[in-house]
């Protein structure tokens, strides 16, 4: 197995990196939900030392999230735990902040509002959650890139595709979650803030 890599999370971690750093500051413990790769909990554990850094995903993901740990280890980051958003048991702990980035578009929709749902759950009175990737609005993708991105998406499976802003912020609003920010980011994505109310 060669160690996993993603482009995309080294192009993107020191500018979400820099909201994370504004909008977690009075935070403590985070839960990162579909990890991925490893490489934005290793790097933003070592740059929020302040933060319990908690990584998640799917059971098969783990073996590649473990070796990004052992070559960037820091106090902070905690060994990932299993988490399938339409299938696993839910971490019993409560969190101040929980972060997620370019799973909604990967996550067929039923898994989509499970993780928001659950999110509502799991998040404490005040607590914030942070979502990165790419969105359409009122149906619209502006960019080419991510008209090209999502029909390649699409053609892949079926369930995939980019989600509507306005769809996803019903269900936050539904989980108790009030929108805070919506900050546009490079590579025609955003990272969204809701709080906890």
């Known amino acids: 197995m060669a160690k996993p890599f993603s482009q995309a999370c080294a192009n993107n971690q020191e500018i979400i990196c820099g909201i994370l750093e504004r909008v977690f500051a009075d935070k403590k413990s985070v839960l990162e939900i579909g990890s991925g790769t490893g490489q934005h909990g290793v790097w933003f554990a070592r740059k929020l030392p302040h933060l319990s850094w908690q990584m998640s995903d799917r059971e098969q993901n783990h073996a590649g999230i473990k070796w990004w740990m052992n070559d960037y280890p820091a106090p902070n980051l905690l060994p990932p735990i299993p988490l399938d958003v339409l299938n696993d048991h839910w971490p019993t702990a409560h969190y ?23 999110i509502g759950e799991r998040l404490v009175s005040g607590g914030v959650f942070c979502l990165y990737g790419p969105m359409k609005y009122l149906g619209v993708l502006d960019a080419k890139t991510n008209i090209a991105f999502n029909y390649r998406l699409q053609q892949q499976f079926a369930h995939q595709g980019i989600r509507e802003f306005h769809d996803i912020n019903g269900l936050a609003t539904e ?21 906890k109310i």
């Open 175 to 195: 989980a108790g979650l009030v929108l805070r920010e919506d900050n546009p980011m490079p590579a025609n994505n955003r990272l969204i803030v809701w709080q």
């Open 96 to 118: 101040d902040a929980i972060y997620s980035a370019n799973t909604a578009h990967i996550m067929p929709w039923e898994a989509v509002a499970a993780m928001i749902s659950g």
